[in-house]
């Protein structure tokens, strides 16, 4: 199968879902579905060509799918830690963008501040990924509406609601559930909300979709009627230092039998994991029969396959 057959992503680069345009979500899936149901179809879709990933922050998940489905495409991915070494650091975001569209082909970039990956798409000519920076991360929230598409066929008025810190992951599932009109509630402690001007991203796009997005407070009001409830780690990658301190201000917040019995009998489950089992959530909701959230891990691996494919199937 060829690309062109689905039709291929207008900007250059992904990072943040807020630059999507209407549309461009469901070419995503579409193209998702397609190379998750036959694999062997797209084993060449991007023969010879190359990834550089460049991580400053640790990853099993989004390192090992994008280094695994470059190989499933026919390409190949160079890895570059940078964990040790800031980006910047060594050289100017602008001479390594410069470099690296001289060998590779696109670039994945897990980082702390959305401005780099902002400097290094600015400055090369090649496609950027957001593999996760501070900001937000739209391949994983990309691949828990991907599976909640498989579960329900359409997400429109479904409504998911997130518990916990209004971080990274948070900010993208704003963006991706108003995008797709599926309904959101953000349920945070006071002073740990979403960035206001996400959830101002998000419900511009609301008007337009018909999603109802809800920032609230109290967890027990907040997943009554839940078709999904989503929680992710207290304290993200950087903010070790405030594990502690975030543990009191969190500990109301964990997603537990009690909470779930609050939501639809049938809720599901989601986490983008890591997990904590006794922190955020408990072993019995994690672990337990509604829990999707090895599917969503699986689905990071056909959702970036896509996103490859759509932002690196053409000479640019
Ligand atoms: N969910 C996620 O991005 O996992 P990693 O941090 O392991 O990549
Ligand atoms: N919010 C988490 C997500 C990890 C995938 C973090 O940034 O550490």
Redesign the pocket.
């Known amino acids: 199968m060829t690309t062109t057959t689905l039709g291929l992503l207008p900007q250059k680069d992904l990072l943040t879902i807020a630059q999507l345009g209407s549309g461009d979500v469901e070419t995503i899936f579409e193209t998702t579905r397609s190379i998750k149901g036959d694999r062997a179809a797209w084993s060449r879709a991007l023969a010879g060509k190359r990834l550089a990933m460049i991580f400053e922050k640790d990853s099993l998940r989004t390192r090992f799918t994008f280094d695994v489905g470059m190989q499933d495409l026919g390409g190949s991915a160079v890895f570059m830690d940078h964990r040790d070494v800031r980006l910047g650091s060594r050289e100017s975001l602008k001479d390594m963008a410069k470099n690296l569209e001289r060998w590779v082909d696109g670039i994945v970039a897990r980082v702390y501040k959305q401005r780099a990956l902002e400097e290094l798409a600015a400055n090369c000519s090649i496609p950027v990924v957001n593999g996760?920076s501070d900001h937000v991360?739209p391949c994983?929230a990309l691949s828990d509406f991907f599976t909640l598409t498989e579960r329900w066929q359409d997400v429109a008025g479904r409504r998911v609601v997130y518990v916990g810190d209004g971080?990274?992951?948070c900010h993208s599932l704003l963006h991706v559930a108003a995008r797709l009109g599926a309904h959101i509630t953000v349920c945070s402690p006071e002073g740990y909300e979403p960035n206001a001007r996400v959830v101002s991203e998000a419900m511009l796009i609301a008007r337009e979709t018909g999603s109802d997005i809800q920032i609230v407070n109290d967890p027990e009001q907040a997943v009554k009627g839940a078709d999904a409830v989503y929680t992710?780690?207290w304290a993200?990658?950087g903010q070790e230092d405030e594990i502690e301190e975030r543990s009191a201000i969190f500990n109301d917040y964990r997603v537990d039998e009690e909470l779930m019995a609050l939501a639809r009998p049938d809720a599901l489950f989601m986490h983008?994991l890591?997990a904590h089992r006794g922190q955020e959530v408990t072993a019995g909701v994690i672990d337990g029969p509604n829990s999707i959230v090895y599917d969503i891990a699986e689905n990071r691996l056909h959702v970036q396959k896509a996103i490859l494919v759509l932002l690196m199937g053409r000479d640019r």
């Open positions: 996760l991360h994983q971080n990274n992951t992710d780690v993200s990658m983008c890591p």
